[in-house]
């Protein structure tokens, strides 16, 4: 068998195709989570938590990784071709033929796995719900976008049309900086999540300082006439203060068994926040919805934005104090 006529790979070759592969991968996954992460916060499961920071569940790094790569990707291939149109034996080397049968075989993969766990989803009787519809839908089209890409490099297509090759890649381009620029209408901008997340701090203070004030009453069957009252590091620790302004949390006792604390808040809470609160018993001073505190949780740490006060009243029939003689 003759090989002299055959090209030999040269390590360019092997280094331009072995970044561009892995820049590739690497940006349709992190595309196709990304957008997962959108339908996932545009479609939330009532059974299951999520965080009220977006960017800090992954969120931000597909992105980047989109960002990043993608361009990576873009501007690999394009010098690949300019070697190709140079040296037309350079699309039969080897590392080419072997990474477009390989990409062409995952994504061929991709999209019968995904197919199947419709199928299985629809024979097992389960509600199709349309967070799930939509994840499968996109799946599908990612892969079969990828498969049919490659299947036209790899018959010389995109070759034989370079200007249909350009307008492609602009596509990409434009659909993944449309995607991305949507997330922020979907899950808001980094600096709305920041916010939300000083507004779930405060929260998480303020029923740190409600517990606090409920056990002061019952070591002393009397509210604390101040916050500095609870600063007692062998009985309640450190009473938190406000960490997006570094000042301390208003309250005041308004009767003998009650009280009120006061906060300043970004914005208005969210539903998945509230509804997440009704489901877990986060803290072990429950109050009903007037705000008295009694034995079932519920959610009464709904706010607006600017300052929200919230009323509090101790039912000692619930909490009674811990020396009845006192």
């Known amino acids: ?14 280094f331009l195709w072995a970044g561009a592969m892995v820049a590739f991968y690497w940006s349709i996954v992190a595309y196709v989570f990304l957008v997962l992460d959108y339908i996932d916060y545009a479609f939330p499961n009532p059974l299951a938590y999520y965080p009220s920071d977006p960017y800090q569940s992954g969120i931000s790094y597909e992105m980047a990784s989109i960002i990043v790569l993608l361009p990576t990707f873009l501007l690999l291939m394009r010098v690949i071709r300019a070697d190709m149109a140079r040296d037309p034996s350079r699309t039969d080397i080897w590392v080419r033929r072997w990474a477009l049968i390989l990409t062409l075989f995952v994504a061929g993969a991709a999209m019968a796995g995904d197919l199947i766990a419709l199928l299985t989803a629809f024979l097992s009787g389960e509600a199709l719900s349309t967070a799930f519809l939509l994840k499968v839908l996109v799946i599908f089209l990612v892969a079969a976008g990828v498969f049919l890409h490659f299947v036209a490099d790899l018959k010389g297509y995109w070759s034989a049309y370079p200007s249909r090759k350009r307008m492609v890649a602009l596509g990409v381009a434009v659909l993944a900086i449309a995607t991305i620029i949507a997330g922020f209408f979907i899950v ?19 029923q740190n300082i409600q517990s606090q004030v409920v056990y002061y009453w019952q070591a002393k069957r009397a509210l604390p006439k101040t916050l500095a009252d609870l600063n007692n590091s062998l009985s309640y620790g450190p009473v938190p203060v406000d960490a997006q302004t570094g000042q301390p949390y208003a309250y005041e006792a308004t009767g003998a068994l009650s009280f009120k604390l006061c906060a300043m808040f970004n914005g208005e809470s969210h539903e998945d926040r509230n509804r997440f609160s009704e489901a877990r018993p986060m803290m072990p001073i429950p109050t009903d919805d007037a705000g008295v505190i009694k ?15 919230f009323d509090r009243s101790i039912d000692p029939s619930f909490y009674p104090p811990m020396n009845p003689k006192f």
């Open 1 to 14: 068998m003759d090989t002299t006529n055959k090209p030999k790979v040269t390590a360019k070759d092997f």
């Open 188 to 206: 808001g901008t980094p600096r709305e999540a920041r916010l939300q997340r000083f507004d779930d701090q405060k929260i998480g203070d303020l």
């Open 295 to 309: 034995g079932m949780m519920q959610d009464n740490w709904r706010h607006g934005a600017g300052e929200t006060c």
